[in-house]
Structures are given as C-alpha cells and as structure tokens.
C-alpha cells in the first residue's frame, strides 16, 4: 500500500536531548511538510521541503532541523534548543506546488519530553 | 495569504445534514478551496476541493457562491463517528498558501445521538 509512515508513535526523551522523528513516504511525492499541533489547537507549520536537498522555515522553526537526502524521507530533530518541544508532530506530502495537489498526513508522533 | 474564518465549534444530531461555513473574504483569483477531517491523535484527511459552484463526492458537498468569499462543506446524515476537526484551507496548492499547508484551528464538530 501507497502511504506515508511516521514513526514512533509515541516517543519519551530526557530534557536536554535532541531526538529525530521519522517520516517516509513511497507516494513519489516531492514535497513534503512538518508540522507541530498543540492540544486545541490547529497545526503549524515547522519546516517544508519542495524537493530532494532543498528546504524551506515554516512560521515555527526554531529549535528544530531537517534533511531531505531522498525524496522518500524527511526526517525532523527536535534539538534542545526547543523550548517547549512535547507536542503532536505531523508530516505531511503533496505531489508537488501545482494545483490540485491533495496533502497526505501520516499518523503522527506524539512527543513527551520530561 | 487568504486568511480563512469558521466557527470553532458546531453541535448536531445523527441523522442530520450539517453546513460549515468559511469565510474567505480575501481570496485570489488562482486560490482553490479545501477541506480537511482530523479526528483525535491522527493525521488530517483530505475530505473535498473546489473553485466554484457546487462539488460533490461520497463523502461531502462543497458550495462556492459566485463571489467565492466564502464556502460552505455540507455533510448529508451525519453519524458520530462525524465528530472531528474540520479545516478550511484556501491557496494556488492543494491545501494553503504557496509555499506550504497553512491550517487555522479549524471547526470541532460534535454529533449527538
């Protein structure tokens, strides 16, 4: 089956420590997004990637990083430098930029840090 | 970036047809219209897109009015397992502004029995 996959699902750090969350897709899409949601709240955008070797800052990138090596990943680390990094994270991809193009979520990692 | 408004929340019963509506006063001519689901601990689900008129698919009903200032997502009998987020979008992508997603805090919508 075609799809996204996120993983963990749920993941527990130490404060102080940088974790990396991961995020496959075998959609061939070329972008791919992340995203932080808080409890009732909506999502925002942490980092985008159009294309393989090339990302983009969303509204929330601080204290977060990404690489984008092969079109099929797009791993996100959260790095100590996060001041409050316990949230839901979301990846997300889309065939490209162009119109009509739906997004495909994957089931998220929810992160704990204490 | 078009900036969207909808209701935080909105009550129903099983059975009936529920409307949502958007607001988009400042939409472009190249925007598109799209609408997500998110239940609880998941990821959204693309649900519906349009430009104008009316759209229509086995899930949802989308109605665009001429000016395309505003849209309306019309669920038909809805049933609790309807209770969820829903999200408006608008943007030249599939969901947002053109370089990216952009999501508001979207609509809690909760079904009674």
């Known amino acids: 089956d075609g799809g996204i996959t996120q993983s963990p699902k749920y993941l527990f750090r130490k404060e102080g420590q940088n974790v990396t969350l991961s995020c496959e897709q075998n959609?061939?899409?070329?972008?791919m997004y992340w995203y932080r949601q808080d409890p009732g709240q909506g999502l925002r955008l942490i980092y985008y990637s159009q294309i393989v070797n090339d990302f983009q800052k969303g509204d929330i990138a601080e204290g977060y990083s990404v690489s984008r090596e092969k079109k099929e990943s797009f791993p996100l680390t959260v790095t100590s430098a996060q001041k409050n990094p316990t949230a839901f994270y979301l990846c997300?991809?889309?065939?490209?930029?162009?119109?009509?193009?739906?997004?495909?979520f994957g089931q998220g990692t929810r992160l704990t840090v204490v | 970036l078009a900036k969207t408004t909808q209701p935080i929340s909105m009550d129903s019963y099983e059975g009936q047809e529920v409307n949502i509506t958007c607001s988009h006063n400042n939409i472009a001519t190249n925007d598109y219209i799209t609408w997500y689901q998110q239940f609880p601990s998941q990821g959204p689900r693309f649900i519906i897109q349009?430009?104008?008129t009316k759209v229509t698919n086995e899930v949802a009903s989308l109605f665009i009015p001429a000016d395309r200032k505003s849209s309306t997502l019309s669920l038909p009998r809805v049933s609790l397992s309807d209770t969820a987020v829903y999200y408006c979008?608008?943007?030249?992508?599939?969901?947002?502004?053109?370089?990216?997603?952009?999501f508001g805090k979207g609509t809690h919508l909760i079904i009674q029995p």
């Open positions: 997300a991809s889309s065939r490209d930029r162009g119109q009509n193009t739906e997004a495909f």
């Open positions: 349009g430009y104008k």
């Open positions: 959609l061939n899409h070329d972008a």
């Open positions: 979008l608008v943007g030249p992508h599939s969901g947002g502004g053109a370089d990216g997603l952009t």
